[in-house]
């Protein structure tokens, strides 16, 4: 267990910072860094110091001696009053084995090997700067560095103040939490702080603005809705002020947290009854109590989903996918409520909500289906394997396949394959890259090691296999030599002192092992590895990858009309900036566009508009298939895609309700119900280590090249405003949707069920 000295100097320990004393804020640090008691030494005058801690230290024990007892071992930490900060893990402060002094941070962390060396010299006169200089003196070894956490000096109180704010933003913040909320929320909770009220206070407050908001709502005028669901907007602002505020004063709570989310959803359902209550004041025909009912279900099943299934196990922070749904989960939608409300159609909303709360715990089921059945994706998110060094000093690591250097496509093959950020040997041009590839000395790195030449253009899977096999083995590629291969230390000191391998001392890899089939693609897809020989060449091999990208069971649009427009577009982007998360933020944005179409009535607009989303939807895949540029956002892309079309049925189901379409709300429920089912059958089939549903047999591939999906209901949507019908064309996709699902649910069971008997 680690231990901690705090030197606290009277000038700095009395300066307030978010509420609380420089004394009390540095070992509340302590304690929430993991330790259960701390030492304090006074460099001046100690009972104000004392008298400070005494009052703002919440009960966290103090010791009052020149060191702190030695417990054998553990990390030893020295802090100043100086800085605010944000204190990591002390094992990570104080990795390896000399004693490192973070200059900017006012902190010594001491490796437990060099802790009693330390420790007679914390005696002396002078701050957390002398322990460094008298340690090098004694002659123990120091390393000075930057802290890579946060910390700031107190010498500007009101700029610490706002640097410490500015840290309690969250992963799981949504765009607008992210950019607008937090700004406000950060600047009321810097007031907030120097009252007396609790953290669990300002979540009732908060509740209880949302609650009134949803009291106007059920009033059902259009200025009380407005005003209605401003409240609700501030609701949310302010229910940002109570984390803010416990995180900032140290008064984080279990109690706290439970109360917080119980009261979120409460003020959730009650601005939904309220909606419900105002429309059928206003629009009694438009049966909104069902769709409140079918809402507050929906929002019962996905917070019990989410607390029990992925808050409570902590899936979040270890699975990066999962914080999409915790983005969507999150407050950001009561800016769409605003809007709604602005735009007088709170109807529409209150539907498109039933429908979407039901799509979205949906996906979290498949998405978490998805992960039990690849666990080696949540591994690999887990913990970094092996790192990776790259050999870039060939002439072929700067050439170009799909837009990026050889050597850059390298490094992002192993990041894929689970490997760490390692280093590049030689000058290579490699572009922009996030996997920040000279992170590390290539002499700091210990066995085993992932050696790789730079002008291979190697498939990740291959590499995959090599880190789940372990070193050493090599892998047979083209040209002389050793250019692929897990070391272990002795080879890896061979090749560092020599700079070549033997191939005799490393045993050669069967690739014959690897799974070829790709669900995702419905296809065999080979492996491959081949060497960057000349431009013409990779030009030639871009070219291969393009075509193999290409899903092999398709439907008739995605076989006949799609192929050459995606394949236009993604070889005019391939050597551009764009990356496939702009592709799939601007599909997203033209998906946005086409449900308003739908929603106002421009029906030719929106149909046509479809069409460019179905040729962009391909081309974010297979570009970041060329580049391998993956990405959280690209893993999701499907969900993304999922309810962007859904949103498209439900506007459409809105614009014909207004027509006077009595069946419309059926019609758009047994739509996005269907097309939701079908992507659970879908998912359900790959979590089983079943093929695609479209590759069970010969009447499976046939009925793909029909089966509902958006492209089919796209065409259908164009022949029925080709013989201006386009309600009639509607009632067929909602039916036709059902008999898909109907027809996948049959097949995939049946195939289940003959597999278990």
């Known amino acids: 267990m680690a231990t901690a000295l705090v030197i606290a100097d009277p000038a700095t320990a009395s300066v307030r910072v978010a509420g609380l004393s420089q004394a009390a804020r540095t070992v509340l640090s302590l304690r929430r860094a993991g330790l259960e008691r701390a030492a304090v030494r006074a460099t001046g005058e100690r009972a104000a110091i004392e008298a400070l801690l005494g009052a703002e230290a919440q009960g966290f024990p103090v010791d009052w001696v020149d060191a702190p007892a030695s417990n054998g071992e553990g990390t030893l930490l020295v802090l100043d009053t100086a800085h605010v900060r944000d204190l990591p893990d002390p094992a990570r402060v104080a990795a390896g084995d000399a004693v490192v002094f973070y200059e900017d941070a006012g902190l010594v962390a001491c490796p437990p090997s060099r802790a009693e060396a330390l420790r007679p010299l914390l005696a002396g006169a002078g701050g957390v700067a002398a322990v460094a200089d008298r340690a090098q003196a004694a002659g123990v070894p120091v390393e000075r560095k930057k802290a890579d956490f946060f910390a700031h000096p107190v010498a500007d109180p009101a700029a610490a103040e706002r640097a410490l704010v500015r840290t309690l933003r969250k992963a799981s913040d949504g765009p607008i939490s992210r950019n607008f909320d937090r700004k406000v929320s950060g600047l009321i909770s810097r007031g907030l702080v120097r009252t007396p009220l609790s953290p669990n206070q300002i979540t009732i407050i908060a509740s209880l603005v949302g609650l009134g908001g949803a009291v106007l709502l059920g009033l059902g005028g259009y200025w009380a809705c407005v005003i209605g669901a401003a409240l609700f907007v501030l609701s949310t602002i302010l229910d940002g002020c109570d ?193 920040a590839p000279n992170a590390v000395e290539v002499a700091s790195l210990s066995a085993p090691v992932l050696l790789a030449d730079g002008a291979l253009i190697v498939d990740p899977r291959i590499l995959e296999t090599m880190i789940a096999h372990g070193a050493p083995c090599r892998v047979a590629t083209p040209g002389e030599g050793v250019r692929l291969a897990c070391l272990d230390a002795a080879a890896w000191e061979a090749w560092r002192r020599d700079g070549r391998l033997d191939p005799a001392a490393l045993p050669l890899l069967d690739l014959t092992t690897i799974k070829t089939y790709s669900f995702e693609q419905r296809a065999e897809v080979p492996v491959y590895v081949e060497e960057a020989v000349s431009q013409g060449q990779c030009d030639a091999v871009t070219e291969r990858l393009l075509t193999a990208t290409q899903k092999k069971v398709l439907d008739l649009p995605s076989e006949f009309i799609d192929p050459p427009f995606e394949n236009a577009i993604t070889r005019a982007l391939v050597n551009t900036p764009i990356t496939p998360n702009h592709v799939t933020l601007f599909c997203a944005a033209v998906a946005a566009v086409i449900a308003v179409l739908f929603w106002q009535g421009w029906l030719w607009g929106g149909v046509v508009a479809t069409y460019l989303v179905e040729w962009l939807d391909g081309v974010d895949g297979k570009l970041a298939r060329l580049r391998l540029q993956f990405s959280e956002l690209g893993k999701n892309e499907s969900t993304v895609d999922y309810f962007c079309e859904n949103f498209w049925w439900v506007c459409l189901g809105a614009h014909f309700a207004s027509a006077h379409h009595a069946l419309a709300w059926w019609a758009m429920g047994v739509l996005v119900v269907s097309d939701t089912l079908d992507n659970l059958w879908f998912t359900f089939a790959g979590a089983k280590g079943m093929p695609h549903p479209s590759e069970l047999g010969d009447v499976d591939r046939r009925f793909h090249r029909i089966g509902g999906r958006r492209n089919i209901y796209c065409a259908m949507l164009l022949l029925g405003l080709l013989l201006q019908a386009p309600w009639e064309a509607y009632l067929a996709v909602a039916g036709w949707a059902f008999l898909t699902q109907l027809f996948h649910a049959v097949r995939i069971g049946s195939r289940w069920l003959g597999s278990r008997a």
């Open 243 to 435: 984390g803010e505020v416990a995180r900032l004063k140290f008064r984080e709570s279990a109690f706290g947290y439970h109360l917080d989310l119980v009261l979120d959803n409460v003020v959730y359902v009650g601005v939904f009854i309220g909606i419900a209550v105002g429309l059928a004041r206003i629009h009694p025909g438009t049966h909104p109590l069902w769709a409140c009912a079918a809402m507050i279900e929906g929002i019962v099943v996905n917070s019990s989903i989410m607390y029990f299934l992925v808050l409570r196990k902590g899936l979040t922070e270890k699975i990066p996918m999962l914080r999409v749904f915790e983005r969507i989960a999150n407050g950001d939608f009561s800016y769409i409520v605003l809007a709604f409300a602005l735009a007088g159609r709170l109807d529409g909303f209150l539907w498109g909500s039933a429908v979407g709360v039901h799509v979205f715990y949906i996906a979290l089921l498949s998405c978490l289906a998805w992960l039990k059945s690849h666990p080696h994706e949540a591994a690999r998110a887990e913990a970094a394997a092996l790192p990776v060094v790259g050999d870039a000093r060939g002439p072929g690591a700067g050439l170009r396949v799909g837009g990026t250097p050889v050597a850059t496509r390298l490094l992002r093959a192993a990041r894929i394959a689970g490997a760490r950020a390692g280093a590049v040997v030689g000058e290579a041009r490699l572009g922009q890259d996030a996997y």
